[in-house]
């Protein structure tokens, strides 16, 4: 077997263990899990969480992000790294907002759920407006690039100095 092919095979093998060991979706079944596994938050911890998602959402770029109609999920992915740790190693964070539920913390081989109905609406128009502005400050980056980088800025200056005559 060649190299380039059991290298292949070992990161897969090594992707897909990391997968099962950290589970990015955890579904509520129930009410009476609900009960069972969510703790209340503390108005203290309310004001915290929220400043900790505000503040993770401008990190856009480096998260992997899931939205849907009944949960968002903003979690590292397994090749970046973003939060760094004394070791060296990978740390891995998700955090899934449950509408209408709450949330799951997860950093390393910690995790906690508390229970908070109103964090999903309040937060997915507060990771709209970050997205938003993410959007508009890459496209004009991206914008300059391509034109620097293609000399296509020279000919669009040309072209906007003839149309001022």
């Known amino acids: 077997m060649k190299k ?14 990391n997968n099962e060991r950290y589970p990015k979706d955890i579904t509520v079944t129930s ?7 969510f703790s209340e938050l503390t108005e203290e911890s309310k004001v915290k ?13 480096e998260l992997e992000y899931t939205i849907d109609q009944s949960s968002i999920s903003i979690s590292t992915s397994y090749e970046k790294k973003i939060i760094s ?16 539920v709450g ?4 950093f390393n081989d910690k995790r ?3 229970r908070d109905i109103t964090l999903y609406d309040e937060m997915k128009e507060e990771i709209k407006k970050i997205s ?30 003839l149309t001022r005559l």
Do not use: C, P, W
């Not at 380039?4 to 263990?17: D, G, P, Q, R, T």
């Not at 969480?49 to 770029?61: M, P, V």
């Not at 740790?85 to 509408?99: E, L």
């Not at 496209?139 to 100095?161: C, H, P, W």
């Open 4 to 17: 380039k092919n059991l290298y292949k095979l070992i990161k897969k093998a090594i992707s897909e263990a």
């Open 31 to 37: 009410e009476r899990m609900n009960d069972s596994l």
């Open 49 to 61: 969480i929220r400043n900790l998602i505000t503040r993770i959402s401008h990190y856009r770029d």
């Open 85 to 100: 740790s004394n070791n060296g190693s990978t740390n891995y964070f998700n955090i899934q907002i449950m509408k209408g």
């Open 103 to 106: 949330f799951i913390l997860s």
């Open 112 to 114: 906690i759920m508390m």
């Open 132 to 161: 938003d502005g993410i959007n508009q400050d890459n496209f004009i980056q991206l914008y300059n690039a391509v034109m620097k980088e293609s000399g296509l800025n020279r000919e669009s200056n040309l072209d906007e100095l």
